[in-house]
């Protein structure tokens, strides 16, 4: 059983709408592990599905956007570690999209979380917001665009495989 399938029977005691929210909410599987598990295991109508799945990616940008710069400044004072780890994160996140983000501004960042891969996404998207330097605002409005843009695509991903998997099983 994969991480998210784990996730799933641990939240078996919750309600489904919550358990979708949450499993939006954390970095691993965000919107993309989400969407399919509501479509899927807990057979939500597309609507419901990914509206709960973008409110629940959503929820932690804001507080990454507000936060993140307090947080890594507040940790990297106090630890060694922290500092080595949150330079070497800036970095990477600096090397691998400061070509992108310079030409493309924020329709870099709405690609960015768009592409539903792994490392790709709204939390990695607001780290890179940060990174980079981004108004907040435009940056909370390009992670949304990038969201629903995602969101259209796993849907399809999903609805499609789960009718090719019906069809192959009849």
Known sequence: MGFV?????????????????FLAMIPIGELRGALPVALVVYDFSVVKAVA??????????????????????????????????????????????????????????????????????AWTGSLAAFVFGLPKKEAFVAILIGLFISAAIVTVLTLGTALTFNALAR
Not at 5 to 21: D, H, K, S, W, Y
Not at 74 to 101: D, I
């Open 52 to 121: 709960l799945s973008i409110f629940g990616n959503i929820l932690p940008v804001y507080l990454l956007l507000v936060f993140f710069e307090v947080v890594s400044r507040w940790l990297s004072e106090r630890s060694e570690k922290a500092r080595l780890f949150f330079e070497w994160l800036f970095e990477r996140t600096r090397r691998k999209l400061a070509p992108q983000v310079e030409k493309y501004g924020p329709w870099a960042l709405i690609l960015f979380v768009a592409i539903p891969l792994p490392v790709t996404g």
């Open 5 to 21: 399938g784990q996730l799933v029977t641990a939240l078996a005691g919750i309600p489904a709408e919550l358990a979708t929210v």
